[in-house]
C-alpha cells in the first residue's frame, strides 16, 4: 500500500488541521499573554500539539482506511480499534510526558487542548472527510 506525499492528509482534513491549528495557537497565545507568562504559554502550545498530534494521527488512518478493499470489513473494523487504541495512547502518553517530566501547568494545557478537540468537531461538521465512513462500492 502506497499513501501520497501527504500521509493522506488531502482535502478537508488538511483544512481542518490548518483550521485547529490557527485557534489552538491563538489561545495559546493569548492565555500565554494574559498571564505574561512564558509557563502558561509553553504549557497552552503542548495542549495544542497534543490536539494537533491526536488529529494527524487520525487523518494519517483514515488514509489507510480508505486504501483497503471495499469487501474486507474485518480489516476496516481492524483498522478502527487499532486506531482508537493508538490515539488514544498517544494522547495519554503526552498528557502524562507534559504534566509529569516537563512539568507544565495543567489548567492552560487543558484548556487549550478542550479547544482543539471542540475545534476539531465542529471543523469536521463543515470540512471534515465526508463521506469516509460510508460504503464504498
Known amino acids: 500500500m502506497r499513501l501520497s506525499p501527504t500521509w ?4 478537508g482534513m488538511r483544512k481542518l488541521l490548518w483550521i485547529q491549528a490557527a485557534v489552538t495557537l491563538a489561545l495559546a497565545g493569548g492565555l ?10 509553553a504549557a497552552g502550545l503542548y495542549g495544542a500539539l497534543i490536539a494537533l498530534a491526536n488529529t494527524r494521527l487520525l487523518a494519517f488512518r483514515m488514509a489507510r482506511a480508505a486504501a483497503l478493499p471495499a469487501d474486507d ?5 481492524r483498522l478502527a480499534w487499532t486506531s482508537a487504541l493508538e490515539r488514544f495512547a498517544l494522547v495519554a502518553l503526552l498528557f ?7 512539568a507544565l501547568a495543567p489548567r492552560p494545557l487543558l484548556v ?3 479547544a482543539g478537540q ?13 463521506g469516509s465512513c460510508q460504503a464504498r462500492t
Open 8 to 11: 493522506g492528509v488531502q482535502g
Open 73 to 77: 470489513a474485518q480489516a476496516a473494523l
Open 118 to 130: 471542540l475545534t476539531y468537531l465542529i471543523a469536521g461538521l463543515r470540512y471534515g472527510n465526508r
Open 112 to 114: 487549550v487542548f478542550a
Open 32 to 41: 500565554g499573554a494574559r498571564a505574561g507568562s512564558g509557563a502558561v504559554l
Open 96 to 102: 502524562a510526558v507534559g504534566l509529569g517530566p516537563l
